[in-house]
């Protein structure tokens, strides 16, 4: 038997890789059978023997074996490659490694200020990355292509917001491109309280499918700068971070200003490899002959990020909310419909690269193993926190199809009243799995506990993105509320079988996104 067969085996069997557990796990104490099951689920995905599960690592493929393995289980058919359970498909990663980078403020004949790579500053790993990089500062507000002149040859110091009607980071770096800069320096915004800075980054990877254009402008180093850092590089500027931080927070005008004698030195490792990631998809055929040839998608990611840079001396993301449990919430509707098929036929999808990129969502709806023009629509499971009590729920892209109508009807059946994206500048909508389908045209959605601003609900949602979210925090011993994540999956599976058995398949009211 291999080393990971042996290691899934132990898992499937209830041990991790090194034995009985230490401690009981949590899900003994769970009395609802229904979320009792869910959560062993999520304890054996997430579980340290499946190390953060990240895109093409043995732990992901240990995780990927057990799930094709509950999948079989659960009376699912395999519908990946050649009649098995794996879609495979090749990916292409560029890294910039800690070792052998730097990034230093040099303040002419004073001394120079080292930043600390990936707890200070961070880069956007291309495999276009120069080895080097040495540029005089200047700071240039929103970095508009109006507020870029004589920046040629410069490292351009910007404020990243993300607010509307400012410039996106993705016309920052065209704007700082075409000025002819050296580099581009984007600056948290600590005003961005929906969704605050994070620091330190995990690590500087880009991973994407083989045959992906290069991302824009892919020789020019861009870098994100801590708030903090941001304070360093001004000490002794004669100009004040504090009110630079604070207007920009605002949206107020931003003062372009030169910062004479300060340059940016940096040095940049790269490396670059090439392997293969994969999907795990099975279908639950249909019973009606008239819609069986017809599929309702649900789809969950199980990749996470792996090993990465050490919080509190914790270097492994275990990823147990996201998204491994909503990976067993995929399950467990198997499970429930193994004797009980649906009208429509059901493709069930547990997807990889969704932290890198949804790479596996995109794969999936190019290379579809079921006729695409024949999927009805994705109910995707992602960014779900049960951690306060379920009586709120925001739906994504509520309006733009008739599955917002169907989610409000078994919503209002269980007391939960479900609310438009209150913050559509996260960007919630485009950074989940469903994306790729609703570009393709296909209807698609997602759901988040929602919360009344200024509750506690509204207390520990925050507080999860701020100490959780991407960190080796999101484990099995983070804060749930068991009984809110139970209603939640009991949603899901009425909402499920809703448009699977309904006569009428989902449409849209608005026009699909643009790919």
């Avoid at 094709?68 to 292409?92: C, E, I, M, R, Y």
């Avoid at 850092?229 to 927070?249: P, W």
């Avoid at 019973?287 to 914790?314: C, F, I």
């Avoid at 429930?336 to 547990?350: F, G, T």
Wanted: hydrophobic letters at 40%; glycine letters at 8%.
């Amino acid at each position: 038997m291999s080393a990971r067969t042996l290691a899934t085996a132990l898992v499937l069997a209830g041990l991790t890789a090194g034995g009985a557990s230490a401690a009981p796990p949590r899900s003994a104490g769970i009395k609802n059978p229904d979320t009792k099951a869910w959560w062993q689920i999520a304890e054996a995905l997430s579980s340290d023997a499946m190390e953060g599960r990240d895109i093409g690592s043995a732990g992901y493929d240990r995780a990927a074996d057990i799930v094709a393995a509950k999948f079989k289980a659960a009376g699912l058919k395999p519908a990946g490659d050649n009649g098995g359970w794996f879609q495979v498909f090749p990916v292409h990663e560029s890294r910039v490694e800690t070792a052998g980078t730097s990034f230093t403020i040099w303040r002419g004949d004073r001394a120079a200020t080292p930043l600390k790579f990936l707890h200070e500053i961070t880069v956007r790993p291309t495999d276009s990355l120069p080895a080097q990089m040495d540029g005089e500062l200047t700071f240039r507000g929103y970095c508009g292509s109006k507020d870029l002149a004589e920046a040629r040859g410069k490292v351009v110091v910007c404020f990243n917001t993300k607010r509307t009607g400012l410039p996106t980071a993705g016309q920052r770096v065209q704007a700082a491109s075409a000025a002819g800069a050296a580099g581009l320096i984007q600056v948290d915004d600590p005003y961005f309280t929906i969704e605050p800075p994070r620091w330190p980054a995990a690590y500087a990877r880009a991973v994407a499918i083989v045959g992906t254009p290069a991302p824009a402008a892919a020789s020019l180093p861009v870098m994100t700068l801590s708030a903090e850092a941001f304070k360093t590089m001004l000490a002794g500027s004669g100009q004040n971070a504090d009110t630079v931080l604070k207007a920009g927070g605002d949206r107020q005008p931003l003062t372009a200003f030169d910062l004479p004698g300060l340059r940016l030195k940096a040095q940049f490792h790269l490396t670059r490899r090439d392997y293969t990631a994969k999907n795990v998809i099975g279908v639950l055929p249909g019973r009606d002959p008239k819609l069986s040839d017809q599929y309702l998608a649900l789809t969950a990611h199980l990749d996470g990020y792996g090993y990465g840079e050490p919080v509190g001396g914790d270097n492994l993301y275990n990823g147990a909310l996201d998204d491994a449990a909503y990976v067993g919430t995929l399950i467990r509707f198997a499970d429930k419909h193994k004797a009980k098929p649906l009208r429509r036929s059901v493709v069930i999808a547990a997807f990889t690269g969704e932290e890198k990129g949804l790479l596996g969502a995109h794969w999936f709806v190019d290379h579809p193993t079921v006729p695409k023009a024949a999927i009805v629509a994705d109910i995707n499971l992602d960014q779900l926190r049960p951690l306060f009590p379920l009586e709120l729920m925001t739906e994504l892209a509520v309006d733009d199809t008739t599955l917002g109508r169907m989610a409000r009807e078994v919503a209002a059946s269980m007391a939960i009243r479900i609310q438009p994206d209150p913050e559509p500048e996260r960007s919630l909508l485009t950074r989940a799995d469903h994306w790729p389908f609703m570009q393709a045209g296909i209807p698609g959605t997602g759901f988040i506990f929602g919360y009344v601003p200024g509750t506690e609900a509204e207390r520990r949602y925050r507080e999860w993105y701020q100490v959780r979210y991407h960190r080796p925090q999101d484990d099995l011993t983070q804060p749930m509320d068991f009984e809110a994540a139970g209603k939640f999956n009991r949603f899901f599976y009425r909402l499920a079988e809703s448009v699977a058995d309904a006569d009428d398949k989902p449409t849209w009211l608005k026009a699909p996104p643009a790919r």
